[in-house]
């Protein structure tokens, strides 16, 4: 048993002595049969705006939105998932104008302001959906749109000379207040769009793009399938576009690495400067597959220092970051500088696994599935994220959503299994 693993175990014993819960109940236990008896309350029927079956990430948001939505969907596809993720990428892709224009948060009622555009991570998800069904043609009425998105990319955030693409702000991107921008978004006083729209480059964005790019080159690979020769030829074409983006992204990505630190960083055009505060984006390019073995392992190093790791799973930001909080806060923006979140944990611990770094894994995953299965004991239920200095839930209380990862993380760990792995179709 390796020195992480043995660490992830004392921390789980002394996490529930210091919460005098005892040590009876199985955490990866516990965290599963909430998952499997409450996670179908975030399954909706077509209401409204919305055509199609989609989910919600219950608490405090019921509405629909793009990346809550991927990592439930995935997250509850032993729990009959299934059509309402492959409902929700369908509600995103039929609501994409031409200029490759959708809103990141939808309703019945029509689309949210909240977020200025989805995050790319539409594409994914329906291949994801679609893969898990064993039907990839269903979303072949939505190729335009996949290709209008792409292009929006491309075309409005895509940095010729660099390679870089970039948020339109940080709320965009989902990790609303991250310190990586100096500003988040128009909610705040000090937002002045001329230099604060459109500077961002982060791992996200990159991670996010060529996962869209690598799902959308096998969509039109097994579209060729059932084509005409003429069909084929532009499907083709199409596949052969898609699979150069991608192969350019995996280089231009490392104009983000920092040698000299040994992560990942961000970069603002604005000011024409690296970011280079900690924060978990450090080491999420793993989670695609971007990083050499030399980077993989000196970004891990990185992200296991104290600052960074915490009893309860990995900050978000740095405990030693000068704007580093666990203020517990959801307007104008969910915390995303200092608490733990089980969506960039298990990206992360699916990226480490991903480079055989196994025993971090499991140390990772450990980690979140005890914090989940604390807070069920402690209070009845799950909230959006958790206090990495004492494992208090903040905020949305009744949260679902990306918390519901924890049912299968450690499980798929052990088994070497990421459930967000994109396979080239048969």
């Not at 660490?7 to 998952?35: C, K, M, N």
């Not at 409005?156 to 000379?161: K, Q």
């Not at 230099?195 to 982060?202: E, K, M």
């Not at 239920?381 to 299968?408: D, K, Q, V």
Request: charge should be negative.
């Amino acid at each position: 048993c390796s020195k992480l693993m043995l660490r992830a175990i004392f921390v789980v014993a002394v996490v529930v002595a210091s919460q005098g819960l005892g040590a009876a109940q199985d955490p990866e236990q516990i965290v599963e049969t909430y998952v499997r008896t409450h996670g179908p309350e975030t399954f909706r029927e077509p209401a409204g705006y919305l055509q199609y079956p989609y989910i919600v990430p219950a608490g405090p948001y019921d509405q629909l939105w793009d990346w809550d939505s991927v990592f439930t969907g995935v997250a509850l596809l032993p729990y009959g998932s299934a059509p309402y993720l492959a409902g929700s990428m369908k509600n995103f892709l039929s609501h994409t104008d031409g200029s490759g224009m959708v809103k990141g948060c939808l309703t019945p009622q029509g689309p949210s302001e909240t977020e200025y555009h989805a995050k790319p991570i539409i594409i994914q998800g329906a291949y994801l959906a679609g893969q898990a069904q064993g039907n990839l043609s269903q979303f072949r009425p939505f190729q335009a749109q996949m290709d209008a998105l792409l292009q929006y990319w491309h075309n409005d955030r895509f940095h010729h000379d660099t390679g870089l693409s970039v948020w339109y702000d940080q709320l965009e991107s989902g990790c609303d207040n991250l310190v990586v921008s100096t500003c988040p978004s128009a909610y705040s006083t000090c937002w002045n769009a001329s230099i604060d729209s459109r500077v961002i480059a982060a791992p996200d964005i990159m991670v996010f793009l060529y996962r869209e790019l690598l799902s959308y080159s096998y969509f039109l690979r097994a579209w060729m399938n059932d084509s005409t020769n003429e069909e084929r030829a532009i499907l083709l074409r199409q596949h052969d576009l898609a699979v150069a983006r991608a192969e350019r992204l995996r280089k231009d990505i490392d104009r983000l690495w920092d040698g000299s630190r040994g992560h990942y960083i961000a970069y603002n055009f604005s000011q024409g400067t690296n970011v280079t505060n900690r924060v978990f984006l450090m080491a999420l390019p793993l989670w695609a597959g971007l990083a050499s073995e030399d980077q993989a392992a000196r970004a891990l190093g990185n992200l296991m220092q104290p600052d960074m790791l915490s009893n309860f799973g990995v900050r978000s930001t740095s405990a030693s970051d000068p704007r580093y909080t666990n203020e517990n806060v959801i307007k104008p923006y969910s915390n995303w500088r200092g608490p733990v979140w089980v969506n960039a944990n298990t990206m992360l611990a699916y990226g480490a696994m991903a480079y055989n770094q196994t025993a971090i894994a499991a140390d990772i995953a450990a980690r979140v599935v005890q914090t989940l299965a604390l807070d069920i004991q402690t209070s009845g239920t799950w909230h959006e994220c958790y206090n990495s200095e004492t494992g208090a839930g903040l905020a949305a209380p009744g949260f679902l959503s990306w918390n519901t990862l924890g049912a299968t993380l450690m499980s798929n760990v052990r088994a070497r299994h990421d459930p967000f792995a994109l396979l080239p179709p048969q």
